[in-house]
């Protein structure tokens, strides 16, 4: 079992940058895979970025390509999401979730665990 608590989301002017953080409770971190996905209001999830327990990282590269950098820090069981040159299309609250020796997968139900999200919200 995981929890994960998302955190680093607030308000940033266009162009700013956020770096979300995503902490995760529970034992073998290291085993998991780690996503971030976003929702913007009356739109679907969508899935922004994940890294695998080895390392490996995926991008939704049509809208965070360039801007969006996953890393992950075993030895303090969290996952970032450094966002930069942030505009109001990424608008949105961020979740963070988590599977167990998955590969990065873009799908949302792929994925078993989840936090309760951190809201973005970026000004023009």
């Known amino acids: 079992q995981v929890q994960l608590i998302e955190s680093g989301g607030g308000l940033v002017q266009s162009g700013g940058s956020l770096r979300l953080s995503c902490a995760a409770s529970g034992r073998a971190f290291s085993t998991y895979t780690m996503g971030w996905f976003r929702q913007a209001p009356g739109k679907e999830r969508e899935f922004v970025a994940a890294i695998s327990w080895t390392g490996y990282t995926t991008y939704n590269e049509d809208s965070v390509k360039g801007r969006f950098t996953i890393s992950r820090d075993n030895s303090k069981n969290t996952v970032y999401l450094q966002m930069n040159s942030l505009n109001p299309d990424d608008a949105a609250v961020y979740y963070c979730?988590?599977?167990?020796?998955?590969?990065?997968?873009?799908?949302?139900?792929?994925?078993?665990?989840w936090g309760q999200g951190t809201q973005v919200t970026v000004s023009s």
């Open positions: 979730a988590a599977r167990q020796y998955g590969t990065t997968s873009r799908y949302w139900s792929a994925y078993d665990y």
